[in-house]
């Protein structure tokens, strides 16, 4: 009956593989001459990516959690899905600033500034890392499982891994995402096959081990103080947070899609495939009764597969694991490049993005095998050890861009991101959940704590020694407007009529009317590029390292210095946007509303400027 299933379950696998790959189109098409990934590639490219975590994180979440790591990691799956939702709402807003690929690093840097921005380089870069290295010792434990070789044998294989991967990037060999696929179908049915053969093959006293964890998660959770729950959900979330690492690199490929709706496509997606097989097959294997988890900590899902089919399928399964987590590796390396290449672009590093005849990032690839063999040298290939340093890494990388989230959405609010955005008080939410997770693991992980600290430490100092000399900023200021220039038309204009000034919001793309007695001012930040101007009377001035409420009260006491007996008419624009986010921009609206009072000399008017477009929208949002 077994083998009935798993046949007819594959069949049908293969089936709609086939007709998938008869589809036009499917992982890549040309547009506007230029080839675009779809968004089923990049969910490939991301789902190999986290579907490596499977390999390891069933042992290393039960060693820290108990039985009850597959109930938080069932409840992590359904917490990622609304941490997706998050990611998604970022590619939007950097769409919306025209920044294309960079991911969370372009957002951070957006949000936060240059300085702080290089906190961010440094947890993405420990990600990267550590996911090359508990990649690489996890590849190698998985494969030679079934053989008896010596400590010495096994770590020559991880730096032969390490190094042959980046031979392979060196000498530009990539694999495409035709391949991945491939790769993908194959790891789909070997996994189906697992899941089948476990759910038709239970262990004695399978059932009630599943109930077991459930009830030992509901006593952690209800049985003691409130305090006691707390910190018990945030020690199991903690534990097991690392079954969904690389959920960030659909982002990071932002820049290869069309849009910010494909990258909503391929968290659908994942969510749909990993994040159910994922939790599946972890609740699977931890309810084993005939399994003795302590002895096969490196090799649980290999060991596993054993269990359930034999050992030949065992050997499949130790291959998958291996090559797929040797893929892993080679995102590692490619990922961390495009990363520290657009870190040295940005900054003029020129001589660390040079590139040899096969137009490879050879220096960068050196520098990575370095670090990866240090990281695993230092830990003598302990996977226990470097899931540890992993979380922390992860976790930090979470916190920082969700903190940045909360940051932008509260300052911004919801007005220039109409086609999408989440519920700020949930990402709030999220963010103080991510950062007592990072307390908690930093504090009873202390090793991986210290190498995140020092990777900061060490990037900050450098990011603040850069940001002075080299910050893209700094070109910005010299291609920007100069407020003299206003003063010159003010001075210029007819001194019998007031002076009219238009504050313009930065996505304002209406016409300009030349007027002399009038000027248009739209203040934008750097980080996000200059926009475009619309006239001769159009001023553009940045803001930068300060606030708009304050940036513009400083140029109304530069004008009442140079105009005192001037009689000059401010126009700010009327708040179109909900009352939550007039709320959470309260701040800077207070300061607004008080220019009145502390230039009472001068005319403030708050105005809207209707048209045909906008009552048309407004129609058919009553009509919605």
């Given at each position: 009956?077994?083998l009935l299933?798993?046949?007819?379950t594959?069949?049908?696998l293969?089936?709609?593989f086939v007709y ?8 890549s ?18 789902l190999?990516d ?5 390999f390891y ?5 039960y ?7 597959f ?5 992590t ?11 998604v ?12 690929g ?15 921005s290089?906190?961010a ?8 890392i550590l996911t ?12 030679s ?12 294989l ?26 993908f179908i194959?790891?789909?049915l ?14 004695e006293g ?11 998660s509901?006593t952690g ?14 020690f ?8 969904y690492?690389?959920?960030e ?16 496509k ?28 302590a002895?096969h900590?490196?090799d649980?899902?290999?060991y ?7 050992q030949?399928?065992g ?18 390396f490619v990922?961390?490049?495009?990363l520290?290449e ?7 590093f ?18 990575n095998a ?20 992993y979380?922390?890494g992860?976790v ?5 861009n969700?903190?940045?989230?909360v ?6 609010g ?5 086609d ?8 709030f ?11 908690f693991i930093?504090?009873h ?5 210290v190498l995140?600290a ?5 990037f900050?100092?450098i ?12 070109e ?12 010159f ?11 009219h000034l ?7 793309v209406s016409?300009?009317?030349p ?14 590029g200059?926009p475009?101007k ?22 109304i ?5 140079d ?12 708040p179109t ?34 048209s045909?477009e ?11």
């Amino acid at each position: 009956m077994k083998l009935l299933v798993i046949v007819v379950t594959n069949a049908a696998l293969i089936g709609l593989f086939v007709y998938l790959l008869r589809k036009k189109n499917l992982l890549s098409f040309m547009d506007g001459g230029k080839w675009w990934l779809t968004w089923l590639s990049i969910a490939i490219i991301t789902l190999m990516d986290e579907l490596t975590s499977v390999f390891y994180v069933a042992a290393e979440s039960y060693l820290i959690v108990g039985l009850a790591a597959f109930v938080f990691i069932i409840a992590t799956s359904v917490f990622i899905r609304f941490l997706s939702s998050r990611m998604v709402e970022i590619a939007h807003i950097l769409e919306h600033h025209g920044i294309r690929g960079g991911g969370v690093y372009s957002f951070s840097y957006l949000v936060l500034g240059p300085t702080m921005s290089f906190a961010a380089v440094a947890s993405i870069l420990v990600d990267y890392i550590l996911t090359a290295a508990i990649s690489t010792v996890a590849a190698v434990y998985n494969g030679s499982s079934f053989f008896s070789l010596s400590p010495v044998i096994i770590y020559g294989l991880m730096f032969a891994v390490v190094w042959l991967v980046a031979s392979l990037n060196i000498i530009g060999i990539r694999e495409n995402a035709r391949f991945t696929y491939l790769i993908f179908i194959a790891a789909a049915l070997v996994l189906m096959t697992l899941i089948v053969s476990a759910i038709m093959s239970p262990s004695e006293g399978q059932i009630a081990r599943v109930g077991e964890g459930f009830h030992l998660s509901w006593t952690g959770l209800t049985g003691k103080s409130f305090f006691d729950g707390a910190s018990f959900f945030i020690f199991g979330f903690a534990g097991v947070i690392l079954a969904y690492s690389g959920i960030e690199s659909v982002v990071q490929t932002a820049g290869l899609v069309k849009s910010w709706r494909d990258i909503r496509k391929a968290y659908i997606f994942l969510a749909w495939t990993v994040g159910i097989v994922t939790p599946l097959i972890t609740l699977l294997v931890l309810t084993r009764t005939d399994i003795n988890f302590a002895a096969h900590e490196d090799d649980l899902i290999t060991y596993f597969g054993t269990v359930v089919n034999g050992q030949l399928f065992g050997y499949i399964v130790g291959g998958l694991a291996s090559f797929t987590l040797i893929m892993a590796v080679n995102t590692a390396f490619v990922a961390s490049s495009e990363l520290l290449e657009r870190v040295a672009h940005r900054y003029g590093f020129h001589w660390l993005i040079k590139t040899n005849k096969a137009d490879s990032l050879y220096r960068i690839h050196i520098i990575n095998a370095t670090l990866f063999s240090v990281i695993i040298a230092i830990t003598a290939g302990s996977q226990e050890m470097l899931a540890h340093m992993y979380a922390v890494g992860l976790v930090a990388s979470f916190t920082i861009n969700m903190g940045a989230l909360v940051y932008y959405r509260y300052s911004e609010g919801s007005e220039e991101i109409p086609d999408y955005h989440t519920s700020r008080t949930g990402t709030f939410i999220i963010f103080l959940l991510l950062l007592a997770c990072f307390g908690f693991i930093a504090f009873h992980k202390w090793q991986g704590f210290v190498l995140w600290a020092i990777t900061v430490t060490i990037f900050q100092i450098i990011g603040f020694r850069v940001a002075k000399r080299r910050a893209p900023e700094i070109e910005q200021f010299r291609k920007t407007d100069s407020p003299m220039e206003l003063l010159f038309r003010i001075a210029e204009s007819n001194e019998n009529e007031p002076f009219h000034l238009y504050f313009r919001r930065q996505q304002d793309v209406s016409p300009i009317t030349p007027d002399a007695n009038s000027a248009h001012i739209t203040f934008y930040s750097p980080r996000s590029g200059q926009p475009p101007k619309f006239g001769v009377n159009h001023f553009l001035f940045p803001i930068f390292r300060e606030s708009l409420s304050r940036r513009l009260v400083s140029l109304i006491y530069l004008l009442q210095y140079d105009f005192a007996d001037r009689k000059l008419e401010f126009h700010l624009g009327w708040p179109t946007s909900s009352w939550v986010d007039r709320f959470s921009t309260g701040v800077m609206v207070y300061a607004i509303m008080r220019l009145p009072r502390r230039f009472p000399k001068y005319s403030f008017v708050m105005e809207y400027e209707g048209s045909e477009e906008k009552s048309g929208d407004a129609k058919s949002l009553e009509k919605g």
